[in-house]
């Protein structure tokens, strides 16, 4: 089976030392099934007491209203739950096999704070050390110098210009998706099958 896992997260900031994961989403991708209803994985992450930056913060408020009002469209787990859940749903993936992540900065920011949540290890053994940033599947050097685009000019190079990045990790795991299915070099494994 060809797949791929798209990781997104959001945080209460840009610091993994000083601040938390608070939504997790992740979209197992196959080259033989169509992307209506990929496999997915979704949380909100209660840690009884948040801490971060006035502008994540700021930005997550409907996050927060949901755990807060028990009204959240997703299992919300504690943050000593939650990565016993995503591994279980990592079991429909073959121990042996390691899975390859794609996200928009998984390795620089997405991975760190995620090791930073109790028993990360079930998850992150999992996964392979390379990953694939659409960031850089989508650079046009002569014209972004050495600044990998942003998503939203991602989805644009890739012809996807219904919509601006909704913020939200969901949302961000499953246009990561489609721009991998759009890029050239990968499109053919979707017409193959």
Not at 99 to 116: H, P, Y
Request: one cysteine or more.
């Amino acid at each position: 089976m060809t797949y791929y896992l798209s990781v997104d997260i959001e945080t209460t900031g840009l610091d993994p030392e000083t601040c938390q994961t608070i939504e997790i989403a992740a979209a197992l991708d196959s080259a033989t099934e169509p992307l209506l209803k990929p496999l997915m994985f979704h949380c909100y992450i209660d840690h009884g007491l948040f801490q971060g930056e006035a502008y994540a913060l700021s930005m997550h408020s409907k996050i927060f209203r949901a755990i807060a009002t028990k009204t959240a469209p997703c299992p919300v787990f504690n943050e000593f739950e939650v990565m016993a859940e995503f591994a279980k749903f990592l079991e429909v993936v073959p121990q042996k096999d390691r899975i390859t992540v794609a996200g928009k900065n998984f390795g620089s920011f997405d991975r760190l704070f995620l090791g930073k949540l109790p028993d990360a290890k079930l998850v992150l053994k999992r996964f392979r050390h390379r990953y694939i940033d659409t960031g850089a599947l989508y650079w046009e050097p002569t014209t972004d110098g050495f600044v990998l685009p942003d998503s939203n000019e991602c989805l644009k190079r890739a012809g996807i210009t219904d919509h601006d990045t909704e913020h939200t990790a969901i949302s961000d795991s499953l246009d990561t998706c489609d721009l991998i299915r759009k890029h050239p070099r990968t499109a053919a494994l979707w017409t193959q099958n």
